[in-house]
């Protein structure tokens, strides 16, 4: 008999004996770790085979914050998969985003094709650049700067909420628990950069170890061109030090990409990021930030989902927009599926109307709609911090 339910604090030891099989790792059963957030489980017969994780969070779109999803710890016992188990698992949390009213949902995958199966698409790709410190040459040295010790959390809380609130996808935080305010015990620290009022306008986080030739920045934040200048003049306070900068995770929006002239002294890397899905398609159009000009098209999603699938009408102007369901049979301007849906809102690709015909699983009918629909939804920054 199957089962899907919530897994109990008492199941811990069942819970880390099966993400050791799944992950390959090592646990002390004499000491599991708690089961300290919402996790689903798939059980046959009573025996706990696969497990998802929900980590519930408010994600940025727009300007504003949405209840989002993210999916972690997705694992299934080896001798259990190919059962259906994560497919009843998905079904399941398709069934609380409707209640809890989700958005849309993220997560990192093992497998890109796998979990389109599902809806998801990859939303958020990473680019990664290092740097020599001689190449860096495009800012002045800055030392306009504090070390973060803790004393300045509200200060740093507000430039990360101001960032966020400006860039898709980003989730929110209502802690500091992702900065060291003591970095000689991680050897994690956390740069502030301080504008002419001596308030934070930027900050890097990075680390530089000693078996490294790198200075590894693995979280910058900027919020004017002024603020990325000083960041990335007090990144030049570490040459000498180490050969090259190495920026671990950037958005392929991210202003210090054009920001670096030296094209061939840099190495790039690439890395597909996390995947998203669509849950309430209504939701997301009702809240788009919509042109001034005035628009109208019919979008027809085909999805299972009851929540994401349907035939839209929008009509917009003025910033404004009213948003209709209409009858599904309904002929229109574009039609596509939850992936595709997926990587043309969540993205931030900004695709035009020629673009998007070329989408699997989209058809656009009528290029005037079509046009209308890629006007809403440009270009827009994003970016993923978390990881879960």
Not at 176 to 197: G, I, N
């Amino acid at each position: 008999m199957t089962e899907i339910r919530v897994i109990s604090p008492d199941e811990a030891l069942a819970l880390s004996r099966l993400r050791s099989a799944a992950f390959a790792f090592s646990t002390d059963p004499e000491h599991p770790s708690p089961v300290t957030r919402e996790c689903l489980g798939s059980y046959e017969d009573g025996r706990l085979c696969a497990a998802v994780t929900i980590c519930p969070y408010e994600g940025s779109w727009c300007g504003h914050f949405l209840p989002v999803l993210g999916v972690g710890g997705v694992s299934t016992l080896p001798l259990a998969r190919r059962s259906g188990h994560i497919r009843r698992l998905f079904g399941e949390l398709e069934r609380l985003g409707a209640e809890r009213g989700w958005a849309y949902g993220l997560l990192y995958p093992f497998s890109y094709s796998y979990y389109r199966q599902f809806g998801y698409e990859r939303v958020a790709p990473r680019v990664s650049l290092t740097v020599p410190f001689e190449k860096l040459d495009c800012v002045p040295r800055c030392a306009d700067a504090v070390l973060y010790d803790g004393s300045q959390e509200a200060a740093l809380l507000a430039l990360f909420e101001r960032y966020a609130a400006s860039h898709n996808l980003m989730i929110r935080r209502p802690d500091a628990k992702a900065f060291d305010p003591v970095p000689e015990r991680s050897l994690v620290y956390t740069y502030l950069h301080l504008d002419p009022d001596g308030a934070p306008d930027a900050y890097a986080t990075l680390s530089y170890g000693r078996d490294s030739d790198l200075v590894t920045v693995h979280e910058l934040v900027c919020t004017t061109p002024a603020s990325l200048s000083g960041i990335l003049g007090v990144l030049r306070l570490f040459e000498g030090q180490r050969r090259a900068v190495h920026f671990a995770s950037l958005p392929p929006t991210s202003p210090v990409i054009p920001f670096l002239g030296h094209y061939h002294h840099i190495e790039r890397g690439w890395g597909n990021g996390a995947m998203g899905r669509v849950l309430d398609t209504q939701t997301l159009l009702r809240e788009n930030a919509y042109p001034d000009a005035p628009g109208r098209f019919t979008l027809a999603v085909r999805d299972a989902l009851p929540s994401c699938a349907g035939v839209f009408e929008v009509e917009y102007g003025g910033g404004e927009a009213e948003v209709r369901r209409i009858a599904d049979d309904a002929c229109a301007d574009v039609e596509t599926d939850a992936p595709n849906l997926s990587r043309i809102l969540l993205s931030g690709q900004g695709y035009t109307a020629e673009e998007m015909a070329f989408l699997p699983g989209t058809t656009v009918r009528r290029a005037a709609g079509a046009e209308a629909f890629a006007r809403a939804f440009p270009r827009r920054c994003t970016d993923l911090l978390e990881h879960f």
